[in-house]
């Protein structure tokens, strides 16, 4: 029993601490320094349109409600293992939290055809948000240069970034934050 215990701990750690590097291919447009605002779309919602503040995110369509800011890769172990949790936390704040699952691609940085991100959708279940969109790599970099996936941000309902996050996070410590946005 106490074996158990220790493995699990350990197994907990490595999981918290890892995460998929997410190497850009050269040719990958920057981001210039005076562009703030993108739009994206999700199998969800038709438009989503994101400005940089100086306290935040303005989360247009998405005013009033606690955001998760999620990046992610369809390849990478962490991000997948994160999912569940994810999908149990919308499932309980569904009607004042959202996330936004912003997909970076393939291993080289490319895209992903939208056709893989709706299998990999429907297979996982998921029930929130997914941006499959070029200026996804602009909002990375408008974030400061998202290196390592997943990366997390979470913003409370006035757009001011509460948390951040790299690697796997245990649901209960996104759920604490999650609260704490919601009295913000």
Request: hydrophobic residues 40%.
């Amino acid at each position: 029993m106490q074996f158990k215990k220790i493995a699990f701990f350990i197994i907990s750690v490595i999981l918290v601490v890892t995460g998929c590097d997410s190497k850009k291919d050269e040719k990958q447009e920057t981001i210039e320094k005076k562009e703030v605002k993108f739009e994206i779309t999700s199998q969800l919602m038709p438009k989503i349109t994101l400005e940089k503040t100086a306290d935040g995110i303005d989360f247009k369509e998405l005013k009033g409600k606690v955001v998760l800011l999620n990046f992610f890769a369809t390849w990478c172990p962490p991000c997948k293992a994160e999912i569940p949790h994810l999908i149990n936390l919308k499932n309980k704040y569904k009607d004042n939290f959202e996330i936004i699952a912003v997909n970076m691609g393939e291993k080289n940085g490319v895209l992903s055809e939208d056709k893989k991100i709706q299998d990999f959708i429907k297979e996982y279940n998921i029930n929130y948000n997914v941006s499959n969109h070029n200026n996804n790599f602009k909002i990375a970099d408008m974030m400061g240069k998202v290196e390592i996936i997943p990366t997390m941000f979470l913003f409370d309902t006035t757009g001011k970034t509460v948390q951040k996050y790299v690697g796997v996070v245990p649901e209960e410590m996104m759920e604490t934050d999650i609260k704490r946005a919601f009295r913000k």
